[in-house]
């Protein structure tokens, strides 16, 4: 409903310009600067209606996946579940609360901390058998592949990339690794 009001306020301009079936006839320059002023407004309606598609897809995938994540864990999995869950929202947490260089090196230690966490686990996980390490991937790849969003976008932050990027690749491919 926004989009028609955006353009009709170009058309009713084109219209007054062109004088509405009276003597005066606008000038190209005129016409030129009302069709490019209703192309903007249709471009930025456009851009903002794409946006805010992006954001209900992301907002329904996390409910999704989190209503997935609220599954029982078979028991079989409960161990291995039991210490992956709470590293994953520390690592989650702690993604969040990086916004700059400063942040960012005080997040340092703590992302090395996890990911000496992930080392400890991942023998618990290679030790399952297979059927298990398959029933663990749908409990945990949604989680892991929303750190990894929160990753990307963090490293688009040069200064914080600068000094993360390493650390953040290197325990994005271990988490991933938990999956294989």
Request: proline fraction near 6%.
């Amino acid at each position: 409903m926004l989009l028609h009001h955006r353009l009709l306020v170009p058309l009713i301009s084109l219209l007054v310009l062109c004088g509405c079936g009276g003597d005066s006839v606008p000038s190209a320059d005129a016409i030129r600067k009302s069709v490019a002023d209703a192309g903007k407004v249709v471009e930025k309606g456009a851009q903002e209606v794409g946006t805010a598609i992006q954001k209900g897809a992301g907002e329904a995938g996390a409910a999704i996946q989190d209503a997935v994540e609220d599954v029982p864990v078979p028991e079989e999995l409960r161990e291995v579940y039991d210490k992956i869950a709470p590293v994953l929202s520390d690592l989650t947490n702690l993604l969040d609360s990086i916004n700059d260089k400063e942040e960012a090196d005080d997040a340092l230690a703590k992302i090395s901390d996890i990911s000496e966490k992930i080392d400890f686990i991942k023998p618990f996980v290679d030790k399952l058998p297979k059927p298990a390490r398959a029933a663990l991937k749908p409990l945990i790849g949604g989680r892991i592949g929303r750190i990894k969003d929160k990753v990307d976008k963090i490293l688009q932050v040069k200064e914080v990339a600068d000094t993360l990027r390493p650390a953040l690749t290197a325990l994005v491919k271990k988490l991933q690794g938990l999956t294989d």
